[in-house]
Structure formats: structure tokens, C-alpha cells
Nanobody, 128 residues
Framework: VQLVESGGGLVQAGGSLRLSCAVS????????MGWFRQAPGKEREAVSG????????YYADSVKGRFRVSLDNAKNTMYLQMNRLRPEDTAIYYC??????????????????????WGRGTQVTVSS
């Protein structure tokens, strides 16, 4: 299994970026896909998640209404569209996957899952 993030960069506050997570070695069925971020000196936090089987999604309160997660099954790629970016969104963004042994219901919180595989991350820097 391999996850490769791309799309990070430097953007001014109020701008937009779209992150991509190209996945190889598995399909999205029966998986929890997630985006996480870690800013310097801070703990890693869950940003967003998506479960293909039932279409449920998760967003951290800090990004609700600004970020949108999606899947392209044909390209086996997950995206994170980030709009109205703020300096506090500056972090390394990682994508990750949990391979579920069984369906556990709607995706309510990323804390309910232990992600099995991680990408190496992509840097997002938002200038003020």
C-alpha cells in the first residue's frame, strides 16, 4: 500500500489549494480515508475523513465550511479542496487509510480509527 500526497505550496490568506492523495495497492471500498495535519510544535490533528461505503464524511470544526474531501474512484485518488485558507492552516498535511475488518457504521470522528498506512506529507504554508 502506498499513499502519495501532492498539491501543497505557499498561498496567501484567503486563497485556495487542492491536495491530492494518490493511493496504490488498495481500493476505497471498506476503508476509512483521512487527512491529518501537523504544525510545528503541535500535535497531529485530524482534518477530514471519508468513508466510501456510505458516503459519510468528517470535518474538524476549524475547517468546516472551508474544506471539502472527495474521492475519485477511477483515479484511486482522494482530494482535499481547501478554500479561504488561514495562516493557522499552515502545517504538513498527511493522508492515511484504515482498512476496516468490518463496517462499523457512519464515520463520526477520526479518533475512532487507527490508520494503518500513511503518506509522507505535503507542506502547506499560508501567509498573512
Amino acid at each position: 500500500v502506498q499513499l502519495v500526497e501532492s498539491g501543497g505550496g505557499l498561498v496567501q490568506a484567503g486563497g485556495s489549494l487542492r491536495l491530492s492523495c494518490a493511493v496504490s495497492g488498495l481500493t476505497f471500498d471498506g476503508k476509512i480515508m483521512g487527512w491529518f495535519r501537523q504544525a510545528p510544535g503541535k500535535e497531529r490533528e485530524a482534518v477530514s475523513g471519508i468513508q466510501k461505503n456510505d458516503g459519510t464524511t468528517y470535518y474538524a470544526d476549524s475547517v468546516k465550511g472551508r474544506f471539502r474531501v472527495s474521492l475519485d474512484n477511477a483515479k484511486n485518488t482522494m482530494y482535499l479542496q481547501m478554500n479561504r485558507l488561514r495562516p493557522e492552516d499552515t502545517a504538513i498535511y498527511y493522508c492515511a487509510v484504515e482498512i476496516l475488518e468490518r463496517y462499523r457504521g457512519s464515520l463520526l470522528a477520526m479518533a475512532d480509527y487507527e490508520m494503518n498506512h500513511w503518506g509522507r506529507g505535503t507542506q502547506v504554508t499560508v501567509s498573512s
